[in-house]
């Protein structure tokens, strides 16, 4: 998919993240969930959806008819970055033909000492068609990625490289705001986002569409929402 196009598809839309790790209630080593919940998704309304692992991205690929944001999670020792952090991640990706590669953009370490703008510098000299979206934690990540050539800023990890938010906190309007005004690369908001109207004010400050993945597809976290939420009810 040609980045006009996929840009057309998801403007002012919503992008539902369907992921599941492994120890959470929906996982399956072998897949077959996360397309189901793709499938809900798209008859909702959805412009795109977001999935790690390869088989969920090759699974949903031929159920929904919707550009697909694919990303491998793997943690090596010794180092931080864990959203497709390598070459063979991205390899893998390439293969199954997926719209856009989501990327760690931060300052988070990966194998091969290279720093994010490297990395997403290599990519582009491996597959100067492959659409990148860098997952950024800071302004600074977002402005170093767009540089480097990404063809997508996400917020996806903001909060979460120094550990000083938590999902329950909400999300980071002013840094939308902020790459938004001062940064060309198209703007996928994403992190934290719980509520309709947060996902509708990401769109007036700017992004070009919203990612929300825990508030649609992950039940338990939906439940324990719920369950802090009467929990202090009664302690009032």
Known sequence: MKKDEFISQIEGGLIVSCQALPGEPLYRPEGGIMPMMAEAAYQAGAAAIRTSREVDVRAIMKTVPLPVIGLIKKHYDGYTAFITPTMDEVDILVGTGCSVIAVDATSLTRPGASSAPEFIESIKRKYPDCLLMADCSSYEDAAAAAEAGADFIGTTMNGYVDGSKTSADPPDFELVKRI??????????????????????MLRLGALAVVVGGAITRPKEIAESFIREIGRFHRE
């Open 180 to 201: 938004a005004d001062n940064i060309r690369t198209p703007l996928i908001a994403e992190g934290r986002i719980h509520r309709p109207e947060q996902a509708a004010e």
